[in-house]
């Protein structure tokens, strides 16, 4: 499968769960910040990912879980650096380099565009 | 409750439910009222509100079910609803609900809704629409930053559901 007809493919996946426009959907664009998902959206996409694709996605796989709960991974609001190297390991797809200047917990899930989605699915399908 | 009775229930893949529809519901008299200024008479229709809590029970205990009830299974999002009849008084709503998938973290479901009108019983069951809902296991999905803490108690199955389930012949774990 190559990588327009993956991104072909997420972007249908991201406009039925995010109802957003496809024109919106573009590789750079952040699933919270511009395209407005919430919690609960990310499980969904997902399950839909899933579904798409003919793959099974595990729990924290694709989105981080766990972080924020976990002391040593935040202090006073910011993912300390154990965190983000955890992050870094578990979450090999993701582009972790703007968040480290400016480590907030509330901005963890900013860190997911489109494209991150897309260079999980290209791992995921190639095994 | 927005349900009446569990009718069938195949533990982890589907439910199905009815809501008997009845003037006796106070809310059928203010949905629609008459409105004699404009000449209008009353319509006591089910709100579609009311017809997707109906289904979002109906799907929610099927969720709930599935693990033995220790979740807190919460409906979190409405993918997609379509409701193309009204149900009046003396008819009979039907929800089927499907598990599409579950995990830890929560839950997808597909439902169908049929209407069976007791004037027309020749007809028998028509549907009438179908629902895509997503539910959150509440204390998996505290999100990416964090979120509330909500009590240690099962809030969600409570004394209504707990009586619902009994009627229908399905157990509660206490």
């Known amino acids: 499968m190559t990588r327009d007809e993956i991104l072909g493919k997420v972007r249908g996946v991201l406009v039925e769960a995010l109802a957003a426009d496809e024109e919106e959907v573009t590789p750079q664009a952040s699933l919270v910040r511009d395209l ?15 579904q798409a694709f003919g793959i ?19 202090q006073s609001g910011k993912v300390t650096a154990e965190g983000i190297a955890a992050m870094k390991a578990r979450l090999p797809h993701v582009d972790f380099t703007a968040f480290e200047k400016d480590p907030q917990v509330s901005r963890v899930a900013e860190v997911f565009t489109v494209d991150t989605v897309v260079r999980f699915i290209e ?3 190639s095994k | 409750m927005w349900i009446d009775r569990v009718v069938e229930l195949v ?62 299974v919460i409906l979190a999002k409405i993918g997609r609803a379509e409701i193309e009849h009204d149900a009046g008084p ?9 598990i599409e998938r579950i995990d830890d973290q929560g839950a997808a479901t597909r439902g169908t809704i049929e209407l069976l009108d007791h004037a027309r019983p020749v007809t ?3 549907t009438i629409g179908s629902v895509e809902m997503m539910f959150s296991h509440l204390d998996n999905n505290m999100g990416m930053a964090g979120g509330p803490e909500f009590p240690a108690h099962n809030f969600v199955f409570g004394d209504g559901f707990k009586t619902l389930l009994r009627m229908s012949g399905v157990a509660f774990p206490e």
């Open chain 2, 11 to 72: 533990p982890r893949q589907r439910l199905v439910a009815v809501k008997n529809v009845s003037l006796a519901e106070e809310h059928l008299h203010d949905h629609f009222a008459p409105d004699r200024a404009r000449g209008l008479a009353a319509v006591p229709v089910m709100p579609a509100s009311l017809i997707l809590e109906g289904m979002a029970q109906a799907a929610g205990i099927l969720v709930g079910h599935a693990e033995g009830f220790k979740h807190k």
């Open chain 1, 123 to 125: 791992k995921k399908v």
């Open chain 2, 124 to 126: 028998g069951y028509v």
């Open chain 2, 90 to 98: 003396g008819m009979t709503l039907r929800y089927t609900a499907k």
């Open chain 1, 36 to 50: 407005g998902a919430e919690s609960i959206d990310f499980l969904d996409i997902v399950f839909k990912l899933e």
């Open chain 1, 56 to 74: 099974k996605i595990g729990q924290g796989e694709l989105f981080p879980e766990g972080v924020a709960q976990d002391p040593r991974y935040v």
